[in-house]
T-cell receptor, first 114, second 109 residues
Framework: DAGITQSPRHKVTETGTPVTLRCHQTENHRYMYWYRQDPGHGLRLIHYSYGVKDTDKGEVSDGYSVSRSKTEDFLLTLESATSSQTSVYFC?????????????FGNGTRLTVT | GQNIDQPTEMTATEGAIVQINCTYQTSGFNGLFWYQQHAGEAPTFLSYNVLDGLEEKGRFSSFLSRSKGYSYLLLKELQMKDSASYLCAVVDSNYQLIWGAGTKLIIKP
C-alpha cells in the first residue's frame, strides 16, 4: 500500500476557528490532492499540488488554502471553519507517467464543525 | 456540464454475479477508473480502461464503450467482503478526474 498518512483522523471544531489537516507521504510522488466526500456527491477536488510550492485550485476551493513546502507534506487549512465544511477529507497522491497513474488515498479525516 | 451517473444502491446474493453501470458525459475522455470503498475507509484502485472492451482481473472485470459513454464493473462469485461502494471516475480532456457519487453494493447471504 502507498505510504500516506493523514492527521488527525477525527476532529471536532467550532464555527469560526481555523483548522489545519496534514497529509504526509513516503512515496516521493509529485502530485498530491485534497478531496472532500459528502453523501450523495462524488469526491470533489479542493486543491492539488504538482510540486513543492506549486499548487492550484480545484472545483470547491472557496474557504480553503493549501501549502506544500516539502515533497512529502501537503497541508489543508480552513481559515474560518463553517458548518458546510463538515465532511470527510481525503488526501491522495499520484505519479503521472506510471502506467495508469491511479490515485492512492489516505485513510481520511472526519471533520465536524459545530 | 460534466456528469457521471451510477445507481445509488444495489443488492445481490453471495455467490452470484452483479453488474454496476456507469454512464458519463464529459468534455473529452482520457480513461475511466473504478475504485472500491469500504465503509469508513479510503477508496482503493480496482481498474482502469482507456480502450473499448473488457479488462478482466480475477473475479472483477471492467468494460468500456467510448462511443456510448458507458462502462460497467462486473463482479463474479460475490463474497460478503465485496459489500462496499464502487466509484466510477472519468479523466476528461484536461486530465481532471470527474467522480460519480458511487454505488453502494449490499451482499446478502
Amino acid at each position: 500500500d502507498a505510504g500516506i498518512t493523514q492527521s488527525p483522523r477525527h476532529k471536532v471544531t467550532e464555527t469560526g476557528t481555523p483548522v489545519t489537516l496534514r497529509c504526509h507521504q513516503t512515496e516521493n510522488h509529485r502530485y498530491m490532492y485534497w478531496y472532500r466526500q459528502d453523501p450523495g456527491h462524488g469526491l470533489r477536488l479542493i486543491h492539488y499540488s504538482y510540486g513543492v510550492k506549486d499548487t492550484d485550485k480545484g472545483e470547491v476551493s472557496d474557504g480553503y488554502s493549501v501549502s506544500r513546502s516539502k515533497t512529502e507534506d501537503f497541508l489543508l487549512t480552513l481559515e474560518s471553519a463553517t458548518s458546510s465544511q463538515t465532511s470527510v477529507y481525503f488526501c491522495a497522491i499520484s505519479e503521472p507517467g506510471q502506467d495508469t497513474s491511479p490515485l492512492h488515498f489516505g485513510n481520511g479525516t472526519r471533520l465536524t464543525v459545530t | 456540464g460534466q456528469n457521471i451517473d451510477q445507481p445509488t444502491e444495489m443488492t445481490a446474493t453471495e455467490g452470484a454475479i452483479v453488474q454496476i453501470n456507469c454512464t458519463y458525459q464529459t468534455s473529452g475522455f482520457n480513461g475511466l477508473f473504478w475504485y472500491q470503498q469500504h465503509a469508513g475507509e479510503a477508496p482503493t484502485f480496482l481498474s482502469y480502461n482507456v480502450l473499448d472492451g473488457l479488462e478482466e482481473k480475477g473475479r472483477f472485470s471492467s468494460f468500456l464503450s467510448r462511443s456510448k459513454g458507458y462502462s460497467y464493473l462486473l463482479l463474479k462469485e460475490l463474497q460478503m467482503k465485496d459489500s462496499a461502494s464502487y466509484l466510477c471516475a472519468v479523466v476528461d480532456s484536461n486530465y481532471q478526474l470527474i467522480w460519480g457519487a458511487g454505488t453502494k453494493l449490499i451482499i446478502k447471504p
